[in-house]
């Protein structure tokens, strides 16, 4: 049975994760979009919130274990805040996670505890292509295996903070099924390009990447033998992305929402306006409708059921949903929704990309 209540532990940590959204990354957003990076403090103080050890068992250091509705609960409010600074701060969540959920007892037992210090840890992820219609269960990118290494060649884009990591996991294909391998930033061949300028989310720096030859040992590939279940990860990914665009949408709304309260035209506040008043209230239904199938999605990942087909649906439902409240945002603000002294043409921005990070957070 579906509950909506929050536990007592799951209400701390959404209070917690909303005010550091709410003073730490509102107030930073703008500067972090122009300055194209993240603040350093910023990042710091939301690493420090603990969000990833939760999600990592206390035998490798962590406090907690993974939970798809805790994880959409608080990506939801960081994403209110931010979301350029908050894909910036979930990117080694993109190799530690995957390990958490799949990797074999020797790579839980090597790679989870840095992720448990008080340090940022430089690793990430590369999976999108820059390929049309790419799709992750169909890699161009390649994993051959030759005696006791794999051998990796392909090209990625869109991959978070390259420049810095020290480590990747990277998706092949390897034999028609895509699989996941840990390929250190200093092994012969892996190349980190030049950066993506993206429309939104500049706080997010992404690089394009290329692979050639790069030898890994065996031990490399995400479990072992066993491997990895891409469809289960990818649910992840949407399960988080769709949280994100609902508080993404949220943020706009709310803005839209003061806005129209507070301007006057021809002697009364425009939220009187029955045009007006419909959208925002459209807006405010869509945005209920995707957070329930975020949630429904979650319930049944939580639960082992097969989460597939729901959480791509809140993912499809998301990408339109955000996009067409982050313009409605702008719509409402009129002339002043296009000026950069409101955040809405960023959000609007930032709406645009949910569509095209298919794997590009995870939570």
Request: net charge negative; charged share 25%; with cysteine.
């Amino acid at each position: 049975m579906y509950s909506f209540d929050m536990t007592s532990e799951q209400k701390m940590l959404v209070d917690t994760v909303h005010r550091y959204a709410e003073k730490q990354l509102r107030p930073l957003l703008r500067e972090a979009e122009e300055n194209k990076d993240a603040p350093k403090d910023a990042i710091q103080r939301g690493w420090e919130l603990g969000l990833l050890p939760g999600s990592i068992e206390d035998q490798y250091g962590g406090f907690g274990e993974y939970s798809a509705i805790t994880s959409a609960l608080y990506l939801e409010e960081l994403a209110w805040g931010d979301v350029g600074l908050s894909l910036h701060l979930l990117t080694p969540n993109l190799f530690a996670l995957p390990i958490s959920l799949f990797g074999s007892k020797k790579q839980k037992e090597t790679y989870l505890p840095a992720f448990c210090d008080e340090d940022f840890p430089k690793a990430t992820a590369a999976i999108i292509e820059p390929v049309y219609q790419f799709d992750p269960a169909e890699l161009a990118t390649t994993a051959e295996k030759d005696g006791n290494e794999y051998v990796i060649n392909g090209k990625k884009t869109f991959v978070p903070l390259a420049k810095d990591a020290e480590l990747f996991l990277v998706y092949a294909n390897e034999k028609g099924t895509t699989q996941a391998f840990i390929v250190p930033a200093d092994a012969p061949g892996v190349k980190v390009e030049d950066r993506v300028t993206m429309m939104g989310a500049h706080a997010l720096a992404v690089y394009n990447m290329s692979f050639e030859n790069v030898r890994v040992p065996k031990a490399n590939r995400l479990g072992g033998l066993k491997g990895i279940r891409v469809n289960r990860l990818l649910t992840v990914s949407r399960i988080s992305l769709a949280a994100m665009a609902v508080g993404q949408a949220k943020a706009a709304y709310e803005y839209a929402l003061n806005y129209a309260k507070e301007r006057v035209a021809f002697g009364e506040p425009i939220a009187h306006r029955q045009s007006i008043a419909f959208m925002l209230a459209e807006m405010a239904i869509e945005i209920e409708s995707t957070r329930l199938m975020v949630w429904e999605a979650a319930y049944k990942f939580d639960h082992r059921e097969d989460a597939t087909r729901a959480a791509y649906l809140a993912k499809q439902y998301a990408d339109k949903m955000v996009l067409d409240v982050t313009d409605g945002a702008v719509q409402v603000l009129g002339g002043h929704g296009y000026i950069r002294e409101h955040p809405v043409e960023l959000w609007l921005r930032n709406g645009r990309g949910f569509v095209t990070w298919d794997g590009l957070a995870m939570a």
